[in-house]
């Protein structure tokens, strides 16, 4: 069936550092979601891209969708202590459904 | 604007007890919505999701179960919970639509620890 896996697992960083995280599928997918995970509550949806080779950014995050429609990657840049947290990439499992698929995650800290 | 509401933020329950968590939805019809269970440090695993009031399907087999009884409430049970029910439970909700619209929006969610 389809996955979706994100590496890295986990990224210890210093504040002011850009932060790269991707997420690959063996299957294609038609859009790709970005959420990110505060400790203790829901995911909220960070970027949604829905076209091949996309490029989409929300203030200091920046979201591609890979050519490939096999992989997305989310960058963020000059990082602050309130980007901590878990990001997930999520995907529909199939075209016209909104039952989505979610990645591993990437647990990021941020150090002062 | 749409807003879910999701009910207790935190429960501790003793094995073989029952269980009830809530959520509501505001500022929308007839949406789709989902129970989601998220283990320590792990991913989200879809368990129940609804089209409509009455209409459940569940992910896996389970000792839970969900129901709709109105439009936007929807509701996760259990008669006697079991230590592996322990986790983050989420609720979520999306338009129902047949175009392109497949974002979710979760709930705060309930830590359930069952002891």
């Known amino acids: 069936g389809q996955q979706l896996n994100q590496s890295p697992q986990s990224m210890f960083i210093q504040e002011g550092e850009d932060v790269s995280m991707n997420c690959t599928s063996s299957s294609i997918f038609n859009t790709w979601l970005w959420y990110k995970q505060d400790p203790g509550e829901g995911p909220v949806l960070l970027i949604a891209?829905?076209?091949?080779?996309e490029l989409t950014s929300n203030g200091r995050l920046t979201a591609q969708f890979g050519i490939t429609r096999k992989d997305s990657f989310l960058n963020i840049s000059a990082s602050i202590p309130s980007d901590v947290g878990i990001y997930f990439c999520a995907g529909p499992r199939s075209y016209n459904t909104d039952k989505l698929i979610f990645g591993t995650g990437t647990r990021l800290q941020v150090f002062p | 604007s749409q807003t879910i509401h999701q009910w207790p933020a935190t429960l501790v329950q003793p094995v073989g007890s029952p269980l009830s968590l809530e959520c509501t939805v505001e500022g929308t019809s007839n949406p789709n919505l989902y129970w989601y269970r998220q283990a320590a440090g792990r991913g989200l695993q879809l368990l129940f999701y609804s089209v409509g009031i009455g209409q459940i399907s569940s992910e896996v087999p389970q000792n839970l179960s969900a129901s709709r009884p109105q439009d936007r409430q929807f509701i996760l049970s259990s008669k006697k919970l079991l230590l592996s029910d322990s986790g983050f439970y989420l609720c979520?909700?999306?338009?129902?639509?047949?175009?392109?619209?497949?974002?979710?929006?979760f709930g705060s969610g309930t830590q359930l620890s069952v002891l």
């Open positions: 979520a909700w999306s338009v129902q639509a047949g175009g392109r619209d497949e974002k979710l929006f």
């Open positions: 891209l829905y076209k091949a080779g």
